[in-house]
């Protein structure tokens, strides 16, 4: 069986004010782990929960103004698929119309964090997600602390491929 291989990731302590997030999902049990993940950690503050489709987490988005969206996606083609999942083109354009322009108190589009579900084209998926503008595409099988990593460097405006995601696009 193939050798499963997990990264130890570490942080240093947060030196500014938290990374304020939208958690997206389309079941309210990830939404609620996922909010549950980040509250613990001290460098990252949830400022809202939304259901995964488009049109609900640019609604939240501009009016929470998060520096980060951390959402739970599946592909669905071209539009969002019927059952609340948005492709990341899909959701980054429902974000930029809805997100105007940008003031003192943020961007106007937030950065993209995307837990993904296990595709059978995972490199195509992520290649479309980051044409699109995510700063960062984990699997859902990703660790606590990688996903808390993950939206901390999105924040940063770093870009950031679970090693998974990255073998899959080479």
């Given at each position: 069986p193939p050798r499963e291989r997990r990264v130890a990731v570490t942080a240093p302590p947060p030196s500014g004010p938290p990374v304020r997030v939208l958690v997206a999902a389309s079941s309210p049990v990830v939404r609620a782990g996922l909010e549950a993940l980040l509250g613990a950690s001290a460098s990252v503050a949830v400022v809202g929960v939304s259901p995964a489709d488009s049109a609900a987490v640019a609604e939240h988005a501009e009016r929470l103004r998060p520096d980060v969206v951390l959402a739970e996606v599946e592909w669905g083609g071209e539009g969002d698929d019927g059952e609340g999942h948005a492709p990341p083109a899909a959701l980054l354009a429902a974000l930029a119309a809805h997100g105007g322009e940008a003031s003192s108190s943020g961007p106007a589009l937030p950065a993209a964090v995307l837990l993904v579900s296990d595709a059978d084209d995972v490199g195509r998926w992520a290649s479309a997600a980051l044409?699109?503008?995510?700063?960062?595409?984990?699997?859902?099988?990703?660790?606590?602390?990688?996903?808390?990593?993950?939206?901390?460097?999105?924040?940063?405006?770093?870009?950031?491929?679970?090693?998974?995601?990255?073998?899959a696009l080479l």
């Amino acid at each position: 069986p193939p050798r499963e291989r997990r990264v130890a990731v570490t942080a240093p302590p947060p030196s500014g004010p938290p990374v304020r997030v939208l958690v997206a999902a389309s079941s309210p049990v990830v939404r609620a782990g996922l909010e549950a993940l980040l509250g613990a950690s001290a460098s990252v503050a949830v400022v809202g929960v939304s259901p995964a489709d488009s049109a609900a987490v640019a609604e939240h988005a501009e009016r929470l103004r998060p520096d980060v969206v951390l959402a739970e996606v599946e592909w669905g083609g071209e539009g969002d698929d019927g059952e609340g999942h948005a492709p990341p083109a899909a959701l980054l354009a429902a974000l930029a119309a809805h997100g105007g322009e940008a003031s003192s108190s943020g961007p106007a589009l937030p950065a993209a964090v995307l837990l993904v579900s296990d595709a059978d084209d995972v490199g195509r998926w992520a290649s479309a997600a980051l044409r699109a503008g995510v700063r960062a595409v984990l699997p859902r099988t990703a660790a606590a602390s990688e996903i808390v990593l993950a939206v901390e460097s999105a924040a940063a405006g770093l870009v950031v491929l679970h090693p998974d995601v990255a073998a899959a696009l080479l």
